[in-house]
């Protein structure tokens, strides 16, 4: 072998080593972070995080800072910094004012906003960077409670990625030097009620959901420059449930719920793997992989959560699914797998149930939270403890077992729409006037 080839021998060598202690040095750092909305394994548990049990106004808030402009989507964390992003209004008028859809029932506003992607400090909560990805006043408006700013980032420990639907989505260093934007259209919700469907990083891939009431489509992305690898059609109306990527038997398989289908599609080249019926009208929650199963579930205008085997192919029939639940499943917030107990509220109201992830069978009969009314945010877990923020700024925090017993009823002078993140001794709350950093203040 000549001296060249050896050298580019060796080269390939210590390229692919590289790249192996790149991936495995994110696996391991991403069970001590939050890189996503739903956690480390996209089922709202937090494995190596302890946050506290209790705090209020005045007892355990390391640091708080006012909310700058709108947003509901959960932040995200990775490596001391939190990334999130909001969308700020301001007193300039569009150069063409948006013309309202008669087929909706809200009304775009008049106003250019910026589309603001932040970089916090963990520790003080001080501004490391911002960037604003575009200025524009968007085409249609959003339900009352939503916002501009609804869509969680999400990273690869190299990426970060946001998405502010019809406005683009981008991808920045973490250092916030943009690398690309995409623009793929206007998007005609439901009603008019806006967009909410978090970007998803799959190796080299992001996956972009784009279902609305014209044609709805899935796209994915090339991670390096953002240019289509694929994109299909699906015959959904308007959902805002962001999907899993999941890899069983050889096969990356990018399952999303729906409310005509839940589907799954291979990753490499959107052929459809396996098909089954849909959830409900506006589907929301999130789906959740336990062992060789997907769960998905919805609950506006009906309840059904289904599990469904990853061997599947094909059409599947009802009668085939490994279970199904016909009651009490969540309108918005996403269910929470921890162990095999799956927590999930009904509708968004204060009803709460817990069961076997593998045979859908209760572990516990369905029971009030005391001490909260609606709940938009979702559940998660960290150190035996489930966390729950409500609408009214009251967070329960009960066991994280087979009865339900709460541990403490936390009270802040806000409101919570956005999911909680817990990453280390900290837990962050993202309220409606506030970014709460929650700790121990005592040790």
């Not at 016909?326 to 817990?354: D, E, M, W």
Request: glycine letters at 6%; charged letters at 25%.
């Amino acid at each position: 072998m000549s001296i060249t080839k050896s050298i580019c021998v060796f080269i390939s060598i210590l390229l692919v080593q590289n790249a192996i202690a790149q991936e495995n040095d994110f696996a391991s750092q991403k069970l001590k972070n939050w890189h996503q909305w739903r956690g480390p394994n996209f089922d709202g548990v937090a494995p190596q995080a302890d946050p506290p049990t209790k705090w209020d106004n005045k007892t355990n808030i390391k640091w708080k800072i006012k909310s700058v402009g709108e947003g509901i989507s959960t932040p995200i964390v990775w490596k001391g910094r939190i990334y999130m992003v909001s969308a700020v209004q301001t007193d300039q008028p569009p150069e063409v004012k948006p013309k309202r859809d008669r087929r909706t029932l809200t009304v775009p506003p008049n106003f250019v906003f910026e589309f603001t992607v932040w970089c916090l400090d963990l520790e003080t909560g001080k501004t490391i960077w911002k960037q604003i990805a575009t200025k524009t006043a968007p085409h249609e408006g959003r339900h009352k409670t939503s916002t501009y700013a609804a869509a969680s980032p999400m990273t690869d420990g190299k990426n970060l990625l946001v998405s502010f639907g019809s406005r683009g989505i981008f991808c920045y260093s973490l250092d916030g030097k943009k690398r690309w934007e995409r623009q793929l259209g206007k998007m005609r919700t439901r009603r008019g009620w806006g967009e909410a469907v978090s970007p998803v990083i799959h190796e080299d891939k992001v996956i972009v959901m784009w279902d609305q009431e014209d044609q709805s489509k899935i796209f994915v992305l090339n991670l390096a420059d953002g240019k289509t690898v694929w994109e299909k059609k699906r015959d959904e109306p308007t959902t805002w449930a962001t999907p899993i990527v999941v890899e069983h038997d050889g096969k990356k398989q990018l399952i999303t719920n729906g409310t005509q289908k839940l589907r799954s599609y291979n990753l490499k080249n959107g052929e459809l793997i396996w098909q089954t019926s849909g959830t409900t009208l506006n589907a929301i929650p999130c789906p959740v992989i336990f062992g060789k199963q997907v769960i998905c579930m919805a609950g506006y205008r009906g309840n059904r959560a289904v599990s469904v085997s990853l061997d599947s192919a094909g059409t599947v029939e009802d009668s085939k699914v490994t279970w199904q639940i016909r009651r009490g499943t969540p309108y918005v917030p996403s269910p929470l797998l921890s162990k095999n107990r799956l927590y999930f509220t009904q509708h968004f109201i204060n009803a709460l149930n817990c069961v076997d992830a593998k045979t859908g069978k209760p572990i516990y009969e369905p029971t009030r939270i005391p001490g909260m009314r609606n709940i938009y945010a979702s559940p998660i877990a960290a150190s035996g403890r489930v966390y729950l923020p409500g609408r009214d700024g009251t967070t329960v925090v009960f066991e994280d077992a087979d009865q339900f017993k709460v541990l403490a009823t936390n009270k802040l002078d806000d409101s919570f729409d956005a999911s909680p993140v817990a990453v280390g001794k900290k837990l962050i709350l993202r309220g409606r006037k506030y970014l709460y950093c929650i700790e121990n203040t005592k040790q």
